[in-house]
């Protein structure tokens, strides 16, 4: 059995087609600047690559060119769509609403659109993307929704409401909703089968990449996790400032004289490490070659500063998800900077001696780049700490392939 998973932008649609009997990834691709010039850049899991520019004036036109490269004779890896039994879609915000995957139906399209005030440049294209699939697949192809929501609807009030007038939650649904939950939920349950238990467990999952987020896991359910009622919340990330005291907002609003759009914009593109080092990059791969360049480098005291900031955000949330939790058993580090910053995993476990946490040094400097499961940490080191990489679109194909089972 074949799924495909689909992940739409507002000028994107990424794939892969998954053969559910061994969860082998055979085919995986992106079409670019849709609604413009267009492009697709396609793989196959034997290493045949198709690159084009084709005009793309929406999403249809570009599931369209996603089904010409999965069934080219060239390169192709399937005679027809056929072949295919669902498609599961990754939708960023599902609200109170969704605390799980669903099988599509009109309602629940118009119930993801709805949502779109919540994550308009994310909602809107999910729906678009959608659309798309069954214009081109018809209704016979069940599709599956994956909300990235989901996993953290399990927080208590106390973790998900913000302290303002309980009218706004009302009226307004301003709550914590959390994202990356699919990286989450799939980093922690690889953590408490490793642990051989789901039930006791206390675990940390740290999604760091361009976009960052941190939750707590207990007993295999989110109680609590960084990003709030948008992504913008939590830790610094690439160009988003994370959490800052909200009279900062107003305050530049006043001086620098922008509009809510504008100071939006500033908080999302303009700031964590793109601000932090003054423009010099949002990339923490050339900030840590400035950081090894040392202070003869002109970015080497911004681009530490950035990094540093990083390092005691992420160690302040282990420690106060330590408490929530009254303990800690396991720490896992994923995605694009998790996986493959060896400092920034090293830093942050330094100096955590009261928790009980110490990792191996040498273990850590090689664990980049590698699709293995590695523990980082020592035998003595009383918390496990991992490197665990993650697989979003695997859980979507799981879950299509449950809904569409029963």
Do not use: W
């Not at 707590?216 to 948008?230: L, P, Q, R, S």
């Amino acid at each position: 059995m074949k799924i495909l998973v689909v992940n739409a932008g507002s000028s994107s649609l990424k794939y892969q087609l998954i053969d559910m009997k061994d969860e082998t990834v055979i085919a995986k691709g992106i079409c670019e600047r849709i609604g413009d010039t267009g492009a697709i850049s396609h793989k196959t899991f034997d290493d045949r690559k198709y690159s084009a520019d084709i005009p793309m004036p929406n999403h249809t036109v570009a599931f369209n060119c996603v089904v010409d490269a999965l069934t080219s004779k060239e390169y192709g890896v399937i005679d027809s769509m056929s072949e295919i039994s669902a498609v599961g879609h990754r939708v960023v915000q599902g609200g109170s609403i969704f605390d799980r995957s669903v099988i599509v139906d009109e309602k629940v399209i118009e119930d993801i659109y709805n949502l779109a005030e919540l994550a308009p440049l994310h909602n809107k294209a999910h729906v678009q993307g959608i659309r798309a699939c069954i214009e081109c697949l018809g209704n016979e192809v069940p599709q599956v929704v994956v909300f990235d929501t989901a996993f953290h609807q399990t927080m208590p009030a106390k973790s998900y409401m913000y302290p303002i007038p309980y009218e706004m939650y009302e009226k307004y649904k301003i709550r914590r909703y959390g994202f990356h939950g699919t990286s989450h939920r799939f980093v922690s349950g690889v953590m408490t089968d490793i642990l051989g238990k789901v039930e006791g467990t206390k675990i940390v999952t740290c999604h760091l990449g361009n976009g960052s987020s941190i939750s707590a896991v207990k007993d295999g359910k989110v109680i609590d996790t960084t990003m709030g009622f948008t992504p913008l919340a939590g830790v610094e990330m690439g160009t988003r400032c994370g959490d800052v005291d909200p009279a900062v907002v107003t305050f530049i609003m006043e001086k620098e004289g922008f509009t809510p759009d504008e100071m939006s914009n500033f908080m999302n593109k303009k700031c964590g490490f793109l601000g932090v080092t003054s423009g010099y990059s949002s990339d923490s791969r050339d900030l840590e070659d400035a950081i090894a360049a040392g202070p003869s480098n002109p970015h080497y005291e911004k681009s530490k500063l950035a990094v540093d900031i990083l390092i005691q955000d992420v160690k302040k949330y282990i420690g106060s998800y330590a408490a929530e939790m009254n303990g800690l058993d396991a720490i896992v580090f994923t995605a694009g900077l998790g996986e493959n910053n060896t400092h920034l995993r090293e830093e942050v476990c330094s100096d955590m001696e009261y928790f009980g946490i110490e990792i191996d040094r040498e273990i850590n400097e090689k664990t980049l780049r590698q699709s293995n499961i590695v523990k980082i940490s020592t035998d003595n080191s009383k918390v496990a700490v991992y490197v665990i990489p993650t697989n979003e679109e695997l859980v979507i194909a799981r879950d299509t392939l449950a809904l569409i089972s029963k």
